[in-house]
Every structure is written in structure tokens, then in C-alpha cells.
């Protein structure tokens, strides 16, 4: 239970990190910077709408016309006459990004402008913002406070500045890379920009519709709005009444959108425009760009051959009329460029005025790049986060990387897809840093796991004085394991889920030893070795109160039998758990051993070591769990033992008196004090050679615990001994 407590919240952990990473705003950053851009590099290119068209200020229009290569300097009668054919060629709107605010050197040149884009009639002119700070007065105590940033339009020339159908602003962020633009201008008074004035132009043969569907949704607001538009419309006007109305009507859209489904007089590609006109008016003011490609994949006409279309050329098409250079080099004369994610690796960046035509081609194919809502990513991210953190830790370490591969493949397809066909912005780079982090982190757990089990604290200072102070001499208890059949088991079992499950298992072996202050040593396979350290007698200690000391190597003896105990039941724990079972030998002797360190990896030898080994592999013959030698119980009475008899160890010249460790006193059971009772009165007959009433004693063992090994095999010997003592 407390494995996986530790997993969830390991799990928690890894989802809630992905969740702070994307509200700070670095991972805007990443998302915004690597994970937007990959998304875009990997649909690549696709076909902008034939409604929209550039007529590009270029290096080769200049010089067919020769004029300066600076647009500013050309002179205004022939952007009169670019008017009067766009006009002619059937334009159904025309913007012109460039900034008339002065006169210009023939006056007649303006009054010829001007004229021209009276005669259109559908010309917009882009207008500078100008940004200052403002200053708020408290009232109260009349100190003035440093308070926002205000913003407000350019005065254009007078003259060509009414002339035109209506005026709006285009200004695009400052940053590394542009990725969005305002619908609204929030600083200006929700000022619209060019892209908004312009879809409400191209719809302006729709107005009536989308009245009536107002009128139909809430009459009381439709009271609001003019009837229909005509030459006299203020179209700024009428845009800052909508946006108002959907602002303070969150509903509203939804409702014009359910009686716009139910309409049957509208074509569908006029209900397509009007949806883009609600989804507009009711969406948020900031809304991020739809490339369609590298620079110039918005059809572009340059300015020379747009003075010679033919009439009806650009029939209901858009015209953004504006600086687009087609090489670097042009650029570097007219700085009105912005580095995109399909910015040239040549350094050719898109135009101002493609960006404004792009924006606008999204507002009317509706098809702007649209980030999942705040609650759905932060969901992705815990769960994901969640899952992978959790999984990490239970997977072996070649599942766990190859899962980790798996995720961020899979969940990349996934985002790439939603991108391409529902243009909805999935986060990229923090899932994927999750994943890497979360696998990260299973390693060093695993690691330190590994190394935690070995040894916890790392090169102890106690083990250094040991080598320095005692020449590497010490007495204590030492405790050896082995899993019974791991040989077979690693012959058979995956590599990988071996693995796995012995990390589980060394984890719960180590937990009872560090409990009881014991110290892992060593672990080689399936075996460990494990020492309590008796710390040397004081000498200021007279040795005339010695006598009433306790048992100076008690407390060793003591932490290790109680380690052995709980080491057995956390054992048993696990093997109901975890399939195969590891079966654990435990063998514990206690005596003089030897520390040494080599390349900073400390080792302990002895005799007692390998008794010890010898011990723990007794067990293999006695079937028993847990054995000790008479030097380990010798006057510790908090442990219930059972005697076995002298052994006479491979490796040794003296027999070593074995006991079987079963419980502690104060808590064993009934049974389990009647084995000990019955067995060491069968023990007892069976050394003093009395075989017929040992075997009774041990037959009336087997009627209670008929799987006894102890019992089993002393039966055996008995009988062997009978028959040949009758022989």
C-alpha cells in the first residue's frame, strides 16, 4: 500500500509540475516558440483563400516604373491611378498600408488621391497608433498614480483621410517571433484593426440578414443597430456598437448561431460568413495567426502589373495594397517585415501588410489557429503528467524508455492531427518535457533506490574510523540473504521484469534492516549482506562496574534478529504481491569481521561472513526461513528459537550450534510455543541416540504441522539411524 501511495504521488507530483510549467510564462514561451512552430512545420504549406490578394511595393515595380526604391517617395498620382483600376477590375475592397499623414510636395498629387478614392469608395486607410503614458488622479487624496498605457490614432492628411470609407489600425506585437494579432485594441478604446473593419465590409451585403437574425435572437438589442447600411454608415461606429452588445451578451452569439442554423433563405456560404462574423464580434481580442506558408504565398501581384488588369480581374476579391519586398535585400531598404515561423532561412521575412492579409483571409475562412481552453490543457497536461509518473515507476527501466518514446510519438500524431484538421493548438514541448522529466526522475529514484539499499548515507563517517582508528577490526552481527531457485527463475524469467522485480524486492529488504539500524553492504544477484557494528567499549569505563553493564553486544544481537523478523514478514508481504514469489533465506552469525575500501566501495570479510553464508544456506536442507547461530541468541531471552542441534558447516573444523528464529516471545502463539516445547524434547531424545521415543515426539509434530522441515528431515535421520543400529 505504501508503494503505491508513493507512486501516486509521485504521479501527482509529475501532473502538477506540467501544470505550473504552463501557467508561468515560460512555458507560453516554449509552447509559443517551439511547440506552435513545429506544429506549423509539420502541416507545412497550404493553399490561401483566392479572395485575397497583395499588390506589393516591390524592388521590380520600381523599376519598371522608374521610381525611387523607397514606396514613401512615390508620388500619390500613381497610387490614384492604382485606385482607379483596382476599381475597375472589380476590387470589393481595398487597404492601403501606407501612412499619408503629411502633404505632399504637389498638393494637387493629394487632391488627385483623394478624388480617386472617392470614386472607389471601398478604400481603407491604415492608420498608426500611437502609444503614450497616462496618469490617473486620485480623487480622494490627490496623488497622482503612474497608470496605463494609452493609445490613439495618427491624424491622417485631412484631405485623403476623409476621402476614405473608413480608417483602422494594424499593429502587430513585439516579439521574437509574431504569432498573433489584436482583433480589438484594448489601450485605444476596443478600437478594431484592419482585419475586423475589413470582413465587416466584405459582409456588408449581409448586414440586413444579420439584423434580422439580432432581431429575432434579443429585439431589444437589435434596436441599437441601424437598419441597413449605406454611404452615410459610420462603420467604426457600427463595429463598436456590435462588439459592446456581444461583450455584455455572452449568449448571444450562440443564440444568432442556433437561428442561423434553422434559416433556409441563406446560401451556405453566407451563413459560412456570417458565423465568422459572430464568432468575431463574440471572441476573444487577441487571435493567433494561421500561416499559410513562406513569404508571398498570399497571391501577390506586383504594383506595376496590378496598373494593368484587365477590367472585372479581381472581381470580389480583397486587395491589401502594401510593401512586400521579394528578397532580403529589398527588405533591408523598407523595414516592415516580421520574422514568422516560415520566415526564409535566407532571411526573407513576411510583409507587414501579408501578415494583415493573412489575418483577415482567417477572419474569413473562420479558421484562425485556436489553443484548447485553459481547463483542457491544464487537464492533458496532470493527466498525462499523472499517468507517465506513475507508470515510470512500476515499468523496468527498458519499459519505461520505450513507453516514454511511445508517449511522446503517439501524443505528438495526436496534436499534429487536431492542428491540422480543426486548426485547435494542442500543447507540445511541456508534454514532452514531462515525459523526459518523469523519466528522468524513475531513473535517479532508481538509482538512488540502488544505492539507498547498499548504503543509505554513502560513505559513512563510522565506517571510515573503523578503517582509520581500528585497523579495519570490529565486532557485530552480520545477516546474509538468498533467494531460494533465482538461478531458474533468471534462466527464465524477462530480463526486464527480473529487473523490475528486484528493484521492488531490494527496496523491502532494506526497509526492516535501516529500521533497526542496521547497515547494507553489499548485494550481488539475488544475495545481500548486511552488518550491525558493535561500537568498542570505553576505556573510562572501570571494570569494576562492567559486571552491572548490560551484555555489551546485546543490542546488536538484538536490532538483528528483530531485522531478521521483520525482514521475513516484509518478505512474505511482498511474494503475495508480486508473481513469481522470492522466496528469502536468512542466515545471522555474530563475531570479529573486517573492513576494508577499495576504489571508494567498502568491503567486510571474515569468518563470520562466511559462517554466516553457511548459515543462511542450511536453510536449504532444514527448509526453514530464518537461521542463527548460538553466538547470535546467546542470553537474548525477547525471542522465541527453536534449538536444531550442531552442525558442522562446510569450511569449518567445529560444529556451530544452530537455532531457527520463529517469532518474538511476547507475541507468538500457542503453537508455536508447543513446537519449541515438543521439538526440544525430541531433540533432546534424539542426541542421546534414543530414536523410537525421538520419532514419536516428531510424529507428533508432523500431526500438527505436517510440512515442518526441521522435523522432516531429524525423522529421516532417526530411521536411517534405527535401521542401521538394527542391521
Not at 446560401?267 to 468575431?280: G, V
Amino acid at each position: 500500500m505504501a508503494r503505491w501511495l508513493k507512486y501516486f504521488f509521485l504521479g501527482i507530483f509529475t501532473g502538477l509540475l506540467g501544470v505550473t510549467l504552463y501557467l508561468s510564462p515560460a512555458g507560453l514561451w516554449l509552447e509559443e516558440r517551439f511547440g506552435l512552430n513545429a506544429l506549423f512545420l509539420l502541416r507545412g504549406p497550404i493553399q490561401a483563400p483566392d479572395e485575397v490578394v497583395v499588390v506589393a511595393l516591390d524592388q521590380q515595380s520600381a523599376a519598371q516604373l522608374k521610381l525611387h526604391v523607397k514606396p514613401r517617395l512615390w508620388p500619390r498620382s500613381i497610387h490614384a491611378r492604382l485606385i482607379d483600376r483596382l476599381a475597375a477590375a472589380g476590387a470589393n475592397t481595398i487597404i492601403f498600408d501606407l501612412i499619408f499623414d503629411t502633404p505632399s510636395d504637389i498638393p494637387e498629387q493629394d487632391e488627385e488621391l483623394a478624388n480617386a478614392i472617392k470614386r472607389a469608395g471601398n478604400v481603407l486607410l491604415v492608420e498608426r497608433l500611437d502609444y503614450q503614458d497616462s496618469e490617473l488622479l486620485n480623487q480622494l487624496d490627490g496623488i497622482t498614480y503612474q497608470a496605463f498605457i494609452q493609445e490613439g490614432t495618427t491624424q491622417l492628411l485631412p484631405i485623403i483621410g476623409d476621402a476614405a470609407k473608413t480608417r483602422a489600425p494594424f499593429t502587430l506585437p513585439k516579439a521574437e517571433r509574431v504569432h498573433h494579432y489584436w482583433t480589438f485594441k484594448s489601450h485605444a478604446g476596443d478600437i478594431a484593426t484592419v482585419p475586423v473593419v475589413v470582413l465587416q465590409l466584405y459582409a456588408a451585403a449581409l448586414y440586413e440578414d444579420f439584423a434580422r437574425l439580432l432581431n429575432f435572437a434579443e429585439p431589444e438589442l437589435a434596436t441599437q443597430l441601424p437598419a441597413r447600411i449605406n454611404e452615410e454608415t459610420d462603420i467604426e461606429d457600427l463595429i463598436l456598437t456590435l462588439r459592446n452588445l456581444f461583450a455584455g451578451n455572452p449568449r448571444l452569439a450562440i443564440q444568432m448561431k442556433e437561428g442561423l442554423d434553422r434559416d433556409r433563405h441563406l446560401k451556405p456560404e453566407e451563413k459560412k460568413l456570417l458565423r465568422s462574423l459572430l464568432d468575431l464580434y463574440a471572441g476573444d481580442q487577441t487571435r493567433y495567426l494561421n500561416f499559410y506558408g513562406p513569404p508571398r504565398s498570399i497571391k501577390t501581384i506586383s504594383y506595376d502589373q496590378a496598373l494593368q488588369l484587365e477590367k472585372d480581374a479581381l472581381k470580389n476579391k480583397v486587395v491589401f495594397v502594401g510593401f512586400s519586398g521579394a528578397t532580403q535585400s529589398e527588405q533591408e531598404i523598407v523595414r516592415d517585415d516580421y520574422p514568422t515561423v516560415f520566415s526564409n532561412p535566407d532571411g526573407l521575412y513576411i510583409s507587414g501588410v501579408e501578415i494583415a492579409a493573412t489575418a483577415f483571409a482567417n477572419l474569413l475562412e473562420n479558421k484562425p489557429v485556436r489553443p484548447l481552453s485553459l481547463a483542457g490543457n491544464l487537464s492533458i497536461l496532470f493527466l498525462l503528467g499523472f499517468a507517465i509518473g506513475m507508470a515510470n515507476q512500476i515499468l523496468s527501466t527498458s519499459k519505461t524508455i520505450v513507453l516514454s518514446l511511445s508517449v511522446v510519438l503517439i501524443y505528438t500524431f495526436i496534436a499534429y492531427s487536431f492542428f491540422k484538421h480543426t486548426l485547435i493548438w494542442l500543447p507540445v514541448i511541456i508534454p514532452a518535457l514531462l515525459v523526459l522529466v518523469a523519466l528522468m526522475l524513475a531513473w535517479v529514484l532508481k538509482i538512488l533506490k540502488l544505492e539507498g539499499f547498499i548504503d543509505k548515507s554513502g560513505p559513512a563517517r563510522e565506517l571510515d574510523q573503523i578503517i582509520e582508528g581500528w585497523a579495519g577490526k570490529f565486532s557485530g552481527a552480520c545477516l546474509t540473504t538468498d533467494i531460494a531457485g533465482y538461478t531458474t527463475l533468471s534462466e527464465t524469467m524477462n530480463p526486464s521484469d527480473l529487473e523490475k522485480l528486484m528493484t521492488n524486492y531490494r527496496t523491502v529488504l532494506r526497509d526492516p534492516i535501516d529500521q533497526h539500524h542496521g547497515r547494507v553492504m553489499d548485494t550481488t544477484g539475488d544475495s545481500s549482506l548486511s552488518i550491525w557494528i558493535k561500537k568498542p567499549d570505553n576505556p573510562r569505563i572501570p571494570k569494576l562496574f562492567q559486571p552491572i553493564k548490560k551484555t555489551p553486544n546485546s543490542t546488536e544481537k538484538i536490532r538483528a534478529c528483530k531485522a531478521a523478523l521483520d525482514l521475513n514478514a516484509a518478505i512474505m508481504r511482498f511474494n503475495k504481491l508480486h508473481n513469481p514469489p522470492l522466496p528469502t533465506r536468512i542466515g545471522l552469525h555474530f563475531g570479529d569481521m573486517s573492513l576494508n575500501k577499495s576504489d571508494g566501495t567498502y568491503r567486510v570479510t571474515g569468518d563470520v561472513v562466511n559462517t554466516a553464508n553457511r548459515i543462511q544456506n542450511t536453510n536449504k536442507i532444514l527448509k526453514t526461513r530464518i537461521l542463527l547461530s548460538s553466538d547470535v541468541i546467546e542470553e537474548l531471552d525477547d525471542f522465541l528459537v527453536r534449538p536444531l542441534g550442531s552442525f558442522q558447516l562446510p569450511g569449518r573444523t567445529q560444529s556451530v550450534a544452530l537455532f531457527e528464529l520463529i517469532a518474538y516471545r511476547q507475541s507468538a502463539s500457542r503453537q508455536q510455543l508447543w513446537l519449541c516445547e515438543i521439538f526440544t524434547k525430541a531433540l533432546n531424545a534424539y542426541q542421546l541416540k534414543q530414536w523410537t521415543e525421538a520419532s514419536q515426539y516428531f510424529y507428533d509434530i508432523l500431526r500438527e504441522f505436517p510440512s515442518d522441515g526441521p522435523t522432516h528431515h531429524f525423522l529421516s535421520l532417526c530411521s536411517k539411524y534405527q535401521n542401521e543400529s538394527s542391521s
